[in-house]
């Protein structure tokens, strides 16, 4: 290693291949934020792991918080998760849906990257903004399309936000019971809610 943080034997600056040098930062940032997460690493490190001067990391992803919302559109377990459960009819929905993302909650990869990136939301505010921009353009947005109705949006966003509450209070805080709760129970008591957001009728007011 030189004195200006170069890998001894290279100079600094680009390496041959942009596309090849561009991928390689790439995933040695997923390793690293799903190794260490957010605040534990530094573009240093990830400029180590990748084998590049941290100048070049600059230079391609300008921050971190830039980076992290690349990586986020590279690792797009959300948005295949809307996109399968989408496929079957729109009544199933809901309870595609909750199944599909609990089962990405408790898979030990899927959940450890899925805490990574709620816990960076939570520390950074452009990290939360990147994840927003995230889940707005490649998650809402299908599932609104899949919905179909007039307050499609609407209805989607409060779909995430009833489901990210939930994988909170179960996975993150684990509140309890919710926390030990059997997957049934959890699918039983949620997949009729995310339905009714989805596509119950909404015209009526509530009965107080």
């Known amino acids: 290693m030189t004195a200006s943080g170069t890998p001894a034997g290279r100079p600094p600056g680009r390496?041959?291949?942009?596309?090849?040098?561009?991928e390689a930062i790439l995933d040695a940032a997923r390793r690293c934020f799903a190794e260490d997460g957010y605040a534990g690493t530094s573009i240093r490190r990830i400029a180590r792991e990748s084998d590049v001067d941290h100048a070049l990391v600059l230079h391609f992803f300008g921050t971190k918080d830039a980076l992290f919302g690349v990586v986020l559109r590279s690792v797009p377990l959300l948005a295949d998760l809307v996109r399968e459960a989408s496929e079957g009819d729109t009544g199933g929905l809901g309870e595609r849906l909750v199944r599909g993302y609990l089962d990405l909650w408790d898979d030990p990869d899927a959940g450890r990257w899925l805490?990574?990136?709620?816990?960076?939301?939570?520390?950074s505010p452009n990290a939360a903004a990147a994840l927003a921009a995230f889940i707005a353009d490649e998650v809402m947005v299908v599932l609104a399309r899949r919905v179909g109705t007039e307050n499609a949006e609407l209805r989607a966003n409060l779909v995430g936000a009833q489901m990210l509450g939930v994988a909170t209070a179960r996975y993150l805080v684990r509140?309890?019971?919710?926390?030990?709760?059997?997957?049934?129970?959890?699918?039983?008591?949620?997949?009729?809610v995310i339905q009714?957001?989805?596509?119950?009728?909404v015209s009526k007011p509530v009965d107080r």
């Open 175 to 192: 509140t309890e019971p919710l926390a030990s709760a059997a997957r049934e129970d959890v699918v039983a008591h949620l997949a009729p």
């Open 115 to 123: 805490r990574v990136v709620a816990r960076a939301a939570s520390a």
């Open 196 to 201: 009714q957001c989805l596509t119950g009728d």
């Open 15 to 22: 390496r041959p291949g942009t596309a090849r040098t561009r």
